[in-house]
């Protein structure tokens, strides 16, 4: 079955340091890939998708991620943090010919230091 | 625009209460979904309705019964709730099971079951 594997639940960052989140995938056919933020108490954001055209997909408020087949990851990275990038991030995947279902990794939650 | 919306934000109810979630969304999406989240937890998914017509239920207990009256809203009525159910529930929307597989959600109604 399609897993997602999102490393390390806890990130820290200071204000003005890159951030790289891991998002590793299990497939052998490339599937739709998401990252999705959400900040305490709201519901889920979506950061930037990978429907299999360009491999660097760039997103909203800075983000980035490179969809590496070879290694079958995503990793979402933003070169700056702010202190309001503070949130709980989702990497997702909806496998090829799966209609309906996204599968979610267990979340990475990003802490930005003064 | 891409908004779903979801009311109530907040809801308190008694084990013996009948209540009911309702979603909303105006992008002309044909798919649209239910979601639990726990605390520190991804989204689990509950039920799938495309078309309007209920296309996965993910084995949810049936004091949960969600309803689809037309293609923009999404009930999800609640009876005889346990304190477990406490969680923040989720609806989002997609195009639909052929088109652009991106989900969008709304923020959520956080519900505490007393």
């Known amino acids: 079955a399609q897993s997602v594997t999102q490393l390390g639940s806890h990130v820290s960052v200071s204000e003005g340091a890159l951030v790289l989140l891991r998002c590793n995938y299990s497939s052998s056919v490339p599937p739709y890939l998401f990252w999705y933020v959400q900040y305490p108490n709201q519901g889920l954001q979506l950061l930037l998708k990978?429907?299999?055209?360009?491999?660097l997909v760039k997103g909203i408020n800075g983000f980035e991620a490179e969809f590496k087949k070879s290694e079958t990851s995503f990793h979402l990275t933003k070169p700056s943090a702010h202190m309001s990038d503070a949130a709980e991030y989702f990497c997702?995947?909806?496998?090829?010919?799966?209609?309906?279902?996204?599968?979610f990794g267990t979340g990475t939650r990003l802490q930005v230091f003064p | 625009d891409t908004e779903v919306t979801q009311t109530p934000k907040h809801l308190v109810m008694g084990m013996t209460n009948k209540k009911s979630l309702k979603c909303e969304q105006h992008m002309g999406h044909r798919a649209m979904y239910w979601y639990k989240q726990k605390a520190k937890k991804p989204p689990e998914l509950m039920f799938v309705y495309s078309y309007e017509k209920l296309s996965i239920n993910e084995s949810v207990p049936s004091r949960f019964s969600p309803e689809c009256p037309n293609s923009s809203l999404l009930n999800l009525h609640l009876h005889a709730l346990q304190p477990e159910d406490s969680a923040l529930y989720l609806c989002?929307?997609?195009?639909?099971?052929?088109?652009?597989?991106?989900?969008?959600f709304g923020p959520g109604t956080r519900l505490l079951v007393l």
């Open positions: 997702a995947v909806r496998p090829l010919g799966d209609t309906d279902k996204l599968i």
């Open positions: 990978y429907t299999s055209a360009a491999t």
């Open positions: 989002a929307s997609s195009q639909d099971r052929t088109g652009d597989p991106t989900q969008y």
